[in-house]
């Protein structure tokens, strides 16, 4: 195994952390949820919820926002300084991912050298940092949707901005499914996580 | 906070699927080193979906979240524009029937007596300290629909009638350099709000519910309505008002609800 560290230290800090808040926001964002469903006939289970009731779930829920949040920031701020990025999920062409996803089909999509992404990889990844930014302004137009009157009209109105909130909630939780699906396929890459290589 | 392994117990995903996940861990990480880092790691998540009911009861933890919560007291503190209005809304979007919402039910709605009823200010306050609804009514009365939205996610867009607080505030003599104002109800419910608040343009002591008398189910005789905050926030058959600097809580506050309540 190659000694080359692929995942470098920022970026495995500031996964785990990520993965943590995001843990908690979910399972917290779930007990809010269910004091007043959006969908009557979807409520999340107390076994999977945090907070005990509505008034705990919302202090959770409007601590670790903050942990999120930063830690985001900080993320997605060295991610450009750095030009990793750029470099590791940049360029993604439209032939690039037709020809990877055709590949997945037929079951022949490797991920033989982990320091290279293919094209679904860099559209999941590139899909899950703008579902989270779009998280995070939704979840602010639910917060404060009188104190920021152009995020409340972007999300459609107050009503809307929940929608809006739940539905980026699932796109998050589709991924964390299938990430970890996929690294339970490829341990090497938990490794990498974790090690740097 | 305790940490703990997940554990096969009969019935659960874990007890059916547990044993063959870790054959395909062990046969993924031969190397023994590998192989502990690997238990760690199934540690690490399980405490992650376990630990729920083990944060929630920890004291410390806690502490710690009404400490944040404090916290976002100062930041919604900041955030509030006195002079930016909450969206207001043409009378066909009025919700009808617009939802009762107490912390008890419909049946036990106090039953206030207009005649006898008299409002009682309280505090750092130097002029009249007793009102009747009479004189409540004598005052200039504002009207305006806008959307209550209730901590638990949902929202409804109702018509309020009243006295601006603001004006009410200034006639009551209140210091309106003091820090609270909080609120007692007949039924026994008490908040409190920042001084900025309640001398929002928006911020009405309420005496009609879509241009009739404020009916028992919404807060007869009177209604504190702020559109710039949670409903919790916006007590009902209010009884007293006192102007004060010491940090009053509230009935929902002092079990973790945020004070600021801000929207």
């Known amino acids: ?197 | 906070m305790a940490i703990r392994k997940p554990r096969s117990e009969p019935g659960t995903t874990l007890a059916s699927h547990g044993d063959s996940i870790l054959k395909d861990a062990h046969k993924a990480l031969k190397d023994p080193a590998r192989r502990l880092l690997g238990k760690r790691i199934l540690s690490l998540g399980g405490l992650a979906l376990l630990s729920g009911c083990d944060l929630s009861t920890d004291k410390s933890v806690n502490t710690m979240l009404r400490k944040i919560s404090f916290f976002n007291d100062d930041v919604q503190a900041l955030l509030f524009d006195p002079n930016r209005m909450a969206p207001t809304y043409p009378e066909s979007m009025i919700t009808r029937p617009f939802p009762f919402n107490a912390f008890y039910d419909i049946d036990d709605v106090p039953d206030v007596d207009a005649g006898t009823y008299r409002l009682q200010v309280g505090g750092l306050a130097n002029g009249k300290r007793v009102w009747t609804l009479d004189e409540l009514h004598a005052l200039p009365q504002q009207d305006q629909i806008t959307r209550h939205i209730c901590i638990e996610g949902w929202s409804a867009i109702g018509r309020w009638g009243g006295v601006r607080f603001a004006d009410f505030l200034r006639r009551a003599g209140a210091d309106t350099t003091a820090r609270f104002v909080s609120l007692h109800c007949a039924d026994n419910y008490w908040t409190s709000i920042d001084m900025p608040t309640a001398l929002h343009a928006q911020t009405l002591l309420t005496l009609t519910y879509d241009g009739q008398t404020l009916p028992p189910k919404y807060g007869f005789p009177m209604k504190l309505r702020m559109p710039t905050k949670l409903g919790y926030k916006n007590p009902k058959h209010i009884v007293a008002i006192t102007v004060t600097n010491e940090y009053p809580g509230g009935y929902w506050e002092n079990q973790g609800y945020n004070w600021f309540g801000g929207s």
Do not use: E
């Not at chain 1, 997605?76 to 990877?100: E, T």
């Open chain 1, 1 to 197: 195994m190659s000694h080359r560290t692929i995942q470098p230290v920022w970026v495995r800090i500031t996964h785990w952390i990520n993965a943590l808040a995001v843990i908690l926001m979910v399972m917290s964002g779930w007990q809010v949820y269910n004091a007043s469903p959006i969908f009557p006939a979807l409520r999340f289970p107390a076994a999977i919820t945090l907070g005990g009731w509505l008034g705990g779930a919302l202090l959770w829920h409007f601590a670790v926002m903050w942990l999120l949040v930063a830690n985001f920031l900080v993320y997605l701020g060295l991610n450009l300084v750095s030009g990793r990025l750029r470099n590791k999920l940049l360029p993604l062409s439209f032939r690039a991912l037709a020809a990877d996803t055709l590949a997945a089909l037929r079951g022949r999509l490797t991920h033989g050298d982990l320091s290279r992404y293919n094209a679904i990889q860099k559209l999941a990844y590139l899909v899950v940092i703008a579902d989270i930014v779009l998280l995070v302004l939704s979840g602010l137009a639910v917060w404060k949707s009188v104190q920021f009157p152009l995020l409340r009209t972007l999300m459609g109105g107050y009503d809307n901005a929940r929608v809006v909130h739940f539905i980026c909630m699932s796109v998050l939780v589709a991924f964390f499914v299938v990430h970890v699906v996929m690294v339970a396929l490829v341990p090497r890459s938990l490794l990498l996580m974790i090690r740097g290589r």
